[in-house]
């Protein structure tokens, strides 16, 4: 079990930058392939970038490549969402995923998942 808090979700203007983060709890988040997701009201949720258990591969969603940068400090049981050059089809509430290996972007496949932090993009 593995229980994960995301923060760090606020309003910035098209173009700016953004970091999230999502604190995990207990002893084995080293065990656990992290990732992000993010949903708009009315759409399903979708995957963001995924990160290794040791931090060595990065997976991301085609939307998100070269913009955003996952990443995880393992002695701080964290894992961080850096955004770059947001744009408004980036508002949504982002999740903070956890799964045992091995990494898939299909959400069903998540079993564990953080409450959600809100990012809204303003043209």
């Known amino acids: 079990q593995v229980q994960l808090v995301e923060s760090g979700g606020e309003l910035v203007q098209a173009g700016g930058s953004l970091g999230l983060s999502c604190a995990a709890s207990g002893r084995t988040f080293s065990s656990y392939t992290m990732g992000w997701f993010r949903q708009v009201p009315g759409k399903e949720r979708e995957f963001v970038a995924a990160i290794s258990r040791n931090g060595g591969t990065p997976y991301y969603a085609d939307s998100s490549k070269g913009r955003f940068t996952i990443s995880r400090d393992n002695a701080k049981n964290t894992v961080y969402l850096q955004m770059n050059s947001l744009k408004p089809e980036d508002t949504a509430v982002y999740y903070c995923?956890?799964?045992?290996?091995?990494?898939?972007?299909?959400?069903?496949?998540?079993?564990?998942w953080g409450q959600g932090t809100r990012v809204t993009v303003s043209s």
């Open positions: 995923a956890a799964k045992i290996p091995p990494f898939t972007p299909q959400k069903y496949e998540w079993p564990y």
